[in-house]
Nanobody, 125 residues
Framework: QVQLVESGGGSVQTGTSLRLSCRDS????????LAWFRQVPGKEREIVSG????????YYTDSVKGRFTISRDNAKNTMYLQMNSLRPEDSGIYSC??????????????????WGQGTQVTVSP
């Protein structure tokens, strides 16, 4: 049974940092790509960052490149998103997701079959 649980969100000020974690209780964590998505009111959920099964291949949306770092520890069944130099536009509900069949991340929301409940990130000016 796959269950993704995020933690680490919160309310912070511009320029500070947060570290999100996503723990997967399933037995095949290490086989699949993972990703962080963000949703804000009135907009579609969008990918922020993705990582391949082995951590070698990563993807970042342009707005977070150089500020966010995605990583995973397969021994701990956990994925992380280190978010530095946070901006108000980074605010939203961050959800982790596991790809349905591939070890490489994808931009497409419908290719992810398992989702966490989401954690709120609020960055104030």
């Amino acid at each position: 049974q796959v269950q993704l649980v995020e933690s680490g969100g919160g309310s912070v000020q511009t320029g500070t940092s947060l570290r999100l974690s996503c723990r997967d209780s399933g037995p095949t964590f290490m086989s699949y790509a993972l990703a962080w998505f963000r949703q804000v009111p009135g907009k579609e959920r969008e990918i922020v960052s993705g990582i391949s099964w082995d951590g070698v291949n990563t993807y970042y949306t342009d707005s977070v490149k150089g500020r966010f770092t995605i990583s995973r520890d397969n021994a701990k069944n956990t994925m992380y998103l280190q978010m530095n130099s946070l901006r108000p536009e980074d605010s939203g509900i961050y959800s982790c997701a596991r790809h349905r069949q591939s070890g490489l991340p994808s931009h497409y929301t419908n290719e992810y079959s398992w989702w966490g409940q989401g954690t709120q990130v609020t960055v104030s000016p």
